[in-house]
């Protein structure tokens, strides 16, 4: 079983910069995927950004050029740098790993909230 933790949410102003990291933990397979999701009420569960165990990023066009992915491969940790917080970035954000190439498995942390303040 895989566990997922993250952390660094909380309330900033609009403009202002927060740094998430989930902390993954458990037997992963080495070729994987982890990605930040965010879900605002009333809407779905979007992509917000992944990256590879390969370093290839993907982000969603709402927040390119704001927000940067990275990660390390070695503790199994994933960050979410985000600067230039708009108000639409209010949600929940949810840590993700998956992977295909031995089975396929996809795991979830329990979220953590950032609120940004006009």
């Known amino acids: 079983q895989v566990q997922l933790v993250e952390s660094g949410g909380g309330l900033v102003q609009a403009g202002g910069s927060l740094r998430l990291s989930c902390t993954a933990s458990?037997?992963?397979?080495?070729?994987?995927?982890m990605g930040w999701y965010r879900q605002a009420p009333g809407k779905q569960r979007e992509l917000v950004a992944s990256?590879?165990?390969?370093?290839?990023?993907n982000y969603a066009e709402s927040v390119k050029a704001r927000f940067t992915i990275s990660r390390d491969n070695a503790k199994n940790v994933v960050y979410l740098e985000m600067s230039s917080l708009k108000p639409e970035d209010t949600a929940v954000y949810y840590c993700?790993?998956?992977?295909?190439?031995?089975?396929?498995?996809?795991?979830w942390g329990q979220g953590t909230q950032v609120t940004v303040s006009s």
């Open positions: 990256i590879t165990s390969g370093g290839i990023r």
């Open positions: 993700n790993v998956r992977w295909t190439l031995w089975g396929s498995r996809e795991y």
């Open positions: 458990g037997t992963i397979f080495s070729i994987n995927t």
